[in-house]
């Protein structure tokens, strides 16, 4: 693919060229090229060994020339052809059109080329002539095919880099490889976001989301960059001194596609996720060390509040959620189901910007108080208008369950985040009063989360262990917050079951939520703000998972006294006859939480050292007795 982006956003003209200047595509050596392809079309090979011609390709590619203030035009159509020739011989391996020996013959090309003589990595590198084509372009500005392609291209390229196919030296090559194009960026950030976004009539719609697609993936690229290697330049801060042109997309006359993706990248920059999909495993965020990445945070999150504050939130579309073929969600009950993926990402989005503002140390001269109540009521609002908290006696907290309820990573990315803002807001009233009110009480969230889970610990474990989620983190963070505020805690679980109590008054339809059953075949189903039933997050209802689990943690009947040691015995929780309170269940999940952690970590079979998060599960039965 990458040699295709090269290829094609050179516009080299490889049909006319062998027609009018075959003396001119013979390299240094003496090989016809020309003939290459003829005998590539043919189904045969060249004279010439494997090994060589994969050398004479790669040197078409060599720094010394790609550095040259002027080469010659020799050179020039001969890396293009180069170009053509490695795509034409890829093409031909995938469709599998050529005879045993041939394939055999051009894989080890292949093998070689990008292998030991890291194509790749000159590619990326040394294509002056491509950087020169793409610096051009973007300085033009237009809305075009040309834009496209180059956008594309470069794309391409940084996310090769980035996955690892060039080899070593990433940020070398990420480096060198941007020399000369953040000014030509930068420009068409400007031209592109402003301020034809407040004139959008300027432009035609259907190129224009195009071109803009392209360019959003750009940037979700180069932020990668910046996150994972630390290459810094200054188009890479652009898309955060300058985030209100990325937010002032959402009221552009564009499709709602190029909404959504504009969304997506504030998420994934707030976050910083960007690149977590595609981007090479081996490296974490923290490889390396970028002093400048805090502050520009904090510029994106300011000028989020800004916009939230100027009634962002209106202007944010939420269209109906598509209806595809072997959907998993009913809308019989509920009517057409709003697109989750943008009321996720619009939460989150507010969300992390008040977590960096309270953490940041407050603008030289402006106040430091942060009203995240008025925030957080701005975005119930929100929720409230596109169809998520439409009962009057759910609990306002249940939006946090309900809008994360197919996401794990973002529930528990956000329900860590309000544990700081409760905190923070707390801290300013010295009075939790209201907090239910805004949906930012974290006792409500976690009873709320273990409920949705039928306070079934197994599934615990698993976000534990895992580390596809921040669980750990939230975890600890909270049982923190559960050992010095257990007052809070027992309201909260009154509270909801005064809420419960009122949706039954109100709807005699809907059910008691039921105990943890006594056999996993049926997975309850928490009755969600909307009306609707909201499945649960893992259903061990198969007997293939549920031996795995019995493997995994062992009966807590069976008799090993080594491994049941962990209870005590005055005041012992029995699991089987805990109460029916909400209290008990939540105390019990999280006693057998202990327990099961307690195993495997004396069998040397978790993960990770859990020494800290047992110190805190260990006080849990103290907390309950006392509570209780």
């Keep these: 693919m990458v040699i295709k982006a090269l290829h ?3 516009n080299y003209d490889l049909t006319q060229h062998l027609s009018t200047n075959h003396c001119l595509i013979m390299d240094a050596s003496g090989l016809d090229l020309q003939d290459v392809f003829g005998l590539l079309r043919a189904g045969s090979t060249p004279s010439v060994c494997s090994e060589e011609l994969a050398r004479r390709i790669s040197s078409c590619f060599t720094s010394q020339t790609a550095n040259a203030p002027a080469p010659s035009v020799t050179h020039t159509d001969l890396m293009c052809l180069c170009l ?3 795509e034409s011989i890829i093409s031909r391996l995938t469709a599998q059109s050529l005879p045993r020996d041939a394939t055999m013959f051009y894989e080890d090309v292949m093998r070689r080329l990008f292998g030991e003589m890291n194509l790749m990595a000159k590619l990326g590198g040394s294509s002056w002539m491509w950087r020169h084509a793409c610096a051009e372009v973007f300085e033009k500005s237009v809305s075009s095919s040309e834009l496209d392609s180059c956008l594309w291209s470069l794309t391409a390229v940084i996310k090769a880099v ?4 060039t080899g070593p030296n990433q940020r070398d090559v990420l480096t060198k490889l941007l020399s000369g194009l953040d000014s030509s960026i930068a420009c068409l950030y400007t ?11 300027k432009r035609e719609p259907v190129n224009l989301s195009k071109t803009m697609c392209e360019f959003f993936d750009l940037l979700e690229v180069l932020s990668a960059a910046r996150l994972r290697y630390g290459v810094r330049s200054s188009v890479q801060r652009v898309m955060f001194v300058e985030s209100r042109a990325l937010l002032h997309v959402v009221r552009a006359d564009v499709e709602y596609l190029v909404k959504k993706r504009v969304v997506l990248l504030l998420k994934r920059s707030l976050l910083r996720r960007a690149g977590e999909d595609w981007a090479s495993a081996g490296v974490g965020l923290e490889s390396h060390e970028d002093p400048g990445l805090t502050e520009d945070m904090r510029i994106m999150a300011d000028g989020v509040l800004q916009e939230v504050t100027a ?3 209106k202007e944010v579309p939420v269209k109906a959620q598509a209806s595809f073929f072997g959907g998993n969600y009913d809308v019989s009950l509920g009517g057409t189901q709003k697109d989750d993926v943008i009321l996720r990402a619009v939460s989150l989005i507010l969300l992390k910007s008040l977590e960096i503002n309270i953490q940041s140390p407050p603008w030289k001269g402006s106040q430091r108080d942060i009203d995240v109540c008025g925030y957080l009521t701005e975005l119930m609002s929100f929720l409230q208008r596109h169809g998520t908290l439409v009962s009057p006696d759910a609990h306002s907290c249940s939006w946090v369950s309900v809008v994360f309820a197919e996401q794990d990573d973002d529930m528990m990315e956000s329900a860590k985040t309000l544990i700081g803002l409760y905190l923070y807001q707390k801290s300013l009233s010295c009075s939790d009063s209201g907090v239910c009110v805004w949906g930012c009480n974290p006792h409500c969230h976690f009873i709320l989360l273990l409920r949705s889970l039928s306070f079934d610990h197994s599934v615990l474990l698993d976000f534990l262990i895992s580390s596809e989620t921040c669980f750990l983190e939230y975890c600890v963070r909270y049982l923190k917050l559960l050992h010095e505020d ?6 909260s679980c009154r509270h909801i079951e005064d809420c419960d109590g009122a949706e039954r008054r109100t709807d005699p339809s809907v059910q008691a939520p039921s105990a943890v059953s006594e056999s996993l075949d049926v997975v309850p189903c928490t009755r969600s703000s909307t009306g609707n039933d909201v499945p649960r997050l893992v259903d061990y ?3 293939d998972e549920s031996e795995e689990a019995e493997e995994r943690v062992p009966d807590r009947n069976s008799g090993n006294t080594e491994t049941d040691s962990g209870r005590t015995q005055s005041g012992m929780v029995q699991t089987e006859h805990a109460s029916d309170s909400l209290l008990g269940k939540v105390f019990v999940c999280l006693v057998d939480l202990r327990i099961a952690v307690t195993r495997l970590h004396n069998r040397g079979l978790f993960p990770y050292n859990p020494t800290a998060l047992l110190k805190l599960l260990n006080s849990i039965e103290h907390q309950r ?3 209780s």
């Design 625 to 627: 007795n006392k509570l």
């Design 8 to 10: 094609y956003s050179t």
């Design 486 to 491: 257990q007052t809070a805690f027992s309201s």
């Design 162 to 165: 980035l996955r690892g196919d």
């Design 311 to 313: 009634g962002w939130l």
């Design 541 to 543: 209802g198969s007997s």
């Design 84 to 86: 053509t020739l490695t």
């Design 191 to 201: 031209n592109l976001l402003t301020p034809d976004t407040q004139e959008p009539h």
